[in-house]
């Protein structure tokens, strides 16, 4: 099945500077790959999606890159702000099989 | 997490009792979803359900048990047998692939 690694387990940047956690996946049919944001003692949150026929989707200050040769994909947050403080999941899945989770990143934004 | 509640937030239970957390949905989807969150961990699949009246085991489902009777509730029981129920859990749904999550239900077993 689906195994999917996720880099950095913890990630501290300075306020303003850009933020990239990276997973890697195994199964070369898997064709969705979103990105969740959890916030202390809060359901994840998802911040942005992409799809194998794409290799990067913007939306404001985050990015998603995906190199389904090299099967990993990244994280890209621009311009960080203290609010982005939180837990990041990745996560990879194929057609209607289920979602498999990376282990998280705890982005830390110091001011 | 839009139109999806569970309930209680916190929920605590003397150990060997059974335990149900409820799930309900507004949004009218069919596909729902239930996993269990350690600390410092990803999310575990314990049981999903892509219809009415049926339901399917995920990774992590000894000890659980599920019931899908209406379309808007997918209520998750964590029995006696589960040897270490305390755990973040979180039920979801899913729309063309997309997962939504709830705010999630924290269980802890004294």
């Known amino acids: 099945g689906e195994n999917v690694e996720q880099h950095p387990s913890t990630l501290s940047v300075q306020e303003g500077d850009s933020a990239v956690i990276k997973c890697t996946y195994s199964d070369s049919a898997s064709n969705y790959f979103p990105w969740y944001k959890q916030e202390l003692g809060k359901g994840p949150q998802l911040i942005i999606d992409i799809r194998s026929n794409v290799g990067e989707k913007k939306d404001q200050r985050i990015a998603v890159t995906l190199n389904k040769t090299a099967k990993h994909f990244s994280l890209h947050i621009t311009e960080t702000q203290p609010e982005d403080s939180a837990v990041y999941f990745c996560?990879?899945?194929?057609?209607?099989?289920?979602?498999?989770f990376g282990q998280g990143t705890r982005l830390t934004i110091n001011p | 997490d839009g139109g999806i509640t569970q309930s209680p937030k916190y929920l605590f239970r003397k150990e060997g009792q059974n335990v149900t957390l409820s799930c309900e949905q507004n949004?009218?989807?069919?596909?729902m979803y239930w996993y269990r969150q350690d600390p410092g961990q990803g999310l575990r699949l314990i049981y999903y359900s892509q219809i009415v009246n049926d339901f399917q085991k995920g990774d992590i489902a000894e000890g659980y048990s599920v019931s899908r009777e209406k379309k808007e509730s997918f209520p998750l029981t964590v029995t006696s047998a589960q040897k270490n129920p305390t755990a973040f859990y979180l039920c979801?749904?899913?729309?063309?692939?997309?997962?939504?999550f709830g705010p999630g239900t924290r269980l802890t077993v004294l």
């Open positions: 996560a990879a899945k194929q057609g209607a099989q289920k979602l498999v």
């Open positions: 979801a749904i899913e729309v063309y692939n997309e997962q939504f």
């Open positions: 949004l009218n989807h069919d596909a």
